[in-house]
């Protein structure tokens, strides 16, 4: 019992206590900023006043570029998942082959290196010549540039399984099928989830790009269009709201990592 009272208040310091005083800084930094620097960029409280409405009703549709920061949320997120899980169904089984196959690796290993530093900026355009629209190009997009972490981690798990496992699999005479799923997927798991993670930061990033250039509906969109209207309290909110979705779904895609190691315990 002493033991957990001496662990319980740095607990509070370490996860409550020191990121109040880090946000403190920052809004403090922000509010300096504002006031000595330049006056183009909004106060923290400047931007909360214009901001709130946004927040206060977050789901509140006005028109299809004004709209609750939520509702925007949303729609950005719709089209990640969309393009995040195909990047994960492309890049899972590419990343298993380029790690167990040497005449693969041999074979494409060039080509994914080539595509993998390519910009959004690049892609956008070639989905909207192949799709015709927007979100279908924007999917593809999102696909194409947060793919790599999947493949790359994938192949590196693949490749880091020990060889005694797959002796252990011929000496018990699995088959492929039984060996993919009771060796080398779960060996291979925290490799892949560290390229899923990636991948979905990835996936986050490129949507707003993809908004902003599309003029899609969403919190790029709306950030881009608020620009163009020198609403600068909104661009920051726009900012904020990137953030905190960021930061809550690499938290959540944790969650789900330690419960499947703690399953697979």
């Known amino acids: 019992m002493s033991e957990a009272k001496a662990i ?57 570029l004004d709209q609750g920061i939520l509702r925007f949320t949303w729609y950005s997120l719709q089209r990640v998942a969309k393009g995040y899980t195909l990047a994960i169904l492309l890049g899972t089984p590419i990343g298993f082959f380029l790690g167990a196959s040497r005449l693969f690796k041999s074979s494409f290993d060039p080509i994914i290196q080539i595509l993998r530093p390519v910009s959004p900026l690049a892609w956008l355009p070639l989905g909207l010549v192949l799709f015709q629209k927007p979100d279908p190009a924007g999917v593809f997009t999102i696909a194409m540039c947060s793919m790599w972490p999947t493949v790359l981690n994938t192949a590196l798990g693949v490749r880091s399984i020990p060889q005694d496992y797959m002796n252990v699999a011929r000496v018990l005479r699995l088959s492929r099928m039984k060996t993919l799923f009771k060796v080398q997927l779960p060996a291979a798991l925290p490799y892949m989830f560290t ?50 979705v960021g930061f809550l779904l690499d938290a959540l895609m944790s969650l789900v990592e330690r419960r499947l190691k703690l399953a697979g315990a």
């Open 195 to 244: 390229g899923f993670r990636l991948s979905l930061g990835i996936a986050w990033l490129v949507i707003v790009a993809v908004e902003m250039l599309t003029g899609s509906p969403g919190v790029g969109g709306f950030l881009w269009q608020e620009y163009n209207s020198l609403i600068y309290e909104h661009i920051i909110l726009c900012i904020i709201t990137i953030g905190v």
């Open 8 to 64: 319980s208040p740095r607990i509070r310091v370490d996860h409550m206590i020191l990121p109040l005083f880090g946000v403190a800084c920052v809004i403090g930094l922000w509010a300096a900023a504002s006031s000595l620097w330049t006056q183009a960029l909004p106060s923290p409280l400047k931007t909360w006043e214009v901001s709130r409405p946004y927040i206060f009703e977050p789901f509140e549709k006005r028109g299809e």
